[in-house]
């Protein structure tokens, strides 16, 4: 059997955008459409010249991000910023700096933002309910690809209480963060208050008059992680399977969020042995993650292939996928999760090489990477399992008996179905010494 961390990246998958920020929802009833022969309050201390350019740069930001030029976007806006002074439309503009750091994967930068734009709008306020829960949806957001999974709930609430102002027109931005919040509370293993929150989700997607695709998905499949945290399986993977089957390829739905529907099946096959579709399915999964216009990381998807390639004796192909995972998890804003489960990954795969020594770098690293919330467990308990393993042949007695005594503490604090299930990686041993002899 085999611990794989069944989750859904926040990043880029939920799909707020300026486009979306400014589609309809950012100019409701509570805020109208600017106009620049006007002076709202929201835009005292500007002047004219600067009201308008900020509306310039707007409308710019929006044609580079609807063609893909977010790097483009960015620019203009911080130039913009950069020029406006006391102005207090400088709030505006540093939240959709943040979003938009956000989206090309600079979280760091996109938290600065705006948390500029809020101490601005706290001084002489100038963001409507909208902007701010923008501005705390990037926060949660930050603090989730963190693995600070509690901080991000916080900022969540925030982002809901806002949203929930700005009136019917935003349901399909409450249907987004319910969702995220639901799979957060998944990956705390809180399985009540994901049920809730999905729950609320839902009921938001039905009060949208014009639902989109993405809301679907995202609500189907939130469904199907809570089944499979569930011990559900069959229902949830024939969830995944009927949301492939229309949208799988369907080129208007984001490859992201293609590239991770295409990944939940892929981990369904390896859960089930069906391990040479695991590994087409998560080849499919790398290949639309390479068209997504902005950059990600594929150090997650890169580790899941591996992994199925290593347990379908394919140790040649998995030590190339698994060597590209270990660098691109090197990245400085590389989830913590992501980062503890490629080095647990490639950890098992040198103790089926039997480079002990290596393999017990690459199992303390996953041991000390992220925190100790749920979130970490699984992943924890697999490192420190293996871990013991290395330990025992390298007559390392004592460390071997700690990690046994760490990883039975874990393995007690988690009671959903499928918690205990680790890499037989024995067989694996002999299968490549029996290739290499």
Known sequence: MVVTPFSRGIN??????????FGGVAYSAETPNYDANQTPGYAQG???AQASNYRESINYA???????HLADALQRLETQANSLGSCRL??????QIGLLEFRVGRYADAEVAVERARGIHNKAPALTSLELGVSYFVTASTAAIAGQHLAAIRAFQQTTGFFARCGPQAHQLLTRVYSDMAMLYVQQHDLKAAEEMLNKGI????QDTHPDAVQEILIKDTLCHLEYHQGRMSDAMNVTRALLGKYGTDTTISPLLRAHLYEDYATFCMREDRLNDAV???KISVDLENEVPVPVSQARTLALLGRAQMLDSQLSDAEQTLTKAVNQAKAADENPIDHALVSETYGE???VKRHWNDARTALKEAVTDGNSSAAFASVHIAALIHLADVDHHLHLKKEEKQSRRQAKLLQAGLQYPGAKDVVDIATLRNSYTGDRH
């Open 12 to 21: 880029l998958l939920t799909g707020i955008t300026l486009g979306l920020l």
């Open 46 to 48: 500007c002047s004219a």
């Open 62 to 68: 929006l044609q580079a991000e609807g063609s893909g």
């Open 90 to 95: 400088g709030a505006k503009l540093y939240v």
């Open 203 to 206: 009921a938001s997607e039905q």
């Open 280 to 282: 087409q399915y998560f």
């Open 349 to 351: 795969f040198l103790i």
